[in-house]
């Protein structure tokens, strides 16, 4: 008799579940959104078109479970050692973390700028999935606003005068639409660090 254990069983599961949203990647990076089926899916996969069913209601339920992964993959990515140091010293962390994801040749950054403009990114569970995942920055934001460090503005707009810019030089980066040393990258970083910041009164 063949028995498996409930734990083989759950990472077994969580591997195929993998396989299907990295093959969904490829062939959105590769071919466009426009071309993802089911039957192409099945086919990158190596699986059988019903086990995808088995993970997924349907393709809008696929690309929405995407768009999740890919967030939770470059949270992760994003805050690595995010309470080690002074604020200065996280926000560059986290500044250069962008940096160097963005400008990455990968299939989930290639991917992303399509599903993410797809209906349904504005939702109020999408927006709390949101929220929950990058509530490491909302902490160290609120912190620094406490201490004084920070201009007392929403987190978004914080993120939005603090953090976009690196996503912009990013995708230029990644684009080859600008072409500029380390040394202009990391000016670039303290002009960001310094529009947030409250100038020292010694």
């Known amino acids: 008799?063949?028995?498996?254990?409930?734990?083989?069983?759950?990472?077994?599961?969580?591997?195929?579940?993998?396989?299907?949203?990295?093959?969904?990647?490829?062939?959105?990076?590769?071919?466009?959104?426009?071309?993802?089926?089911?039957?192409?899916?099945?086919?990158?996969?190596?699986?059988?078109?019903?086990?995808?069913?088995?993970?997924?209601?349907?393709?809008?339920?696929?690309?929405?479970?995407?768009?999740?992964?890919?967030?939770?993959?470059?949270?992760?990515?994003?805050?690595?050692?995010?309470?080690?140091?002074?604020?200065?010293?996280?926000?560059?962390?986290?500044?250069?973390?962008?940096?160097?994801?963005?400008?990455?040749?990968s299939h989930a950054n290639l991917s992303f700028a399509q599903y993410s403009q797809l209906p349904g990114v504005d939702a109020p569970e999408h927006q709390a999935f949101e929220k929950e995942i990058f509530k490491q920055l909302h902490h160290l934001f609120e912190a620094a606003k406490q201490q004084g460090i920070i201009q007392p503005l929403h987190n978004e707009m914080l993120f939005a005068i603090a953090f976009e810019p690196a996503v912009a030089i990013a995708k230029r980066l990644r684009r080859g639409q600008i072409d500029c040393n380390e040394i202009e990258i990391t000016q670039a970083c303290e002009l960001c660090l310094m529009a947030i910041s409250i100038p020292s009164k010694t």
């Open 1 to 105: 008799m063949n028995v498996h254990s409930p734990l083989i069983l759950v990472n077994e599961m969580d591997n195929k579940r993998d396989l299907i949203l990295r093959a969904a990647e490829t062939i959105i990076a590769t071919q466009g959104l426009h071309n993802l089926s089911m039957q192409k899916l099945a086919q990158e996969a190596g699986v059988a078109a019903g086990t995808i069913y088995r993970y997924f209601k349907d393709k809008d339920d696929l690309i929405i479970e995407l768009r999740k992964n890919v967030l939770q993959l470059i949270a992760d990515k994003l805050f690595d050692d995010i309470n080690l140091g002074t604020f200065n010293e996280r926000f560059k962390r986290i500044w250069f973390n962008i940096i160097q994801l963005g400008r990455e040749q």
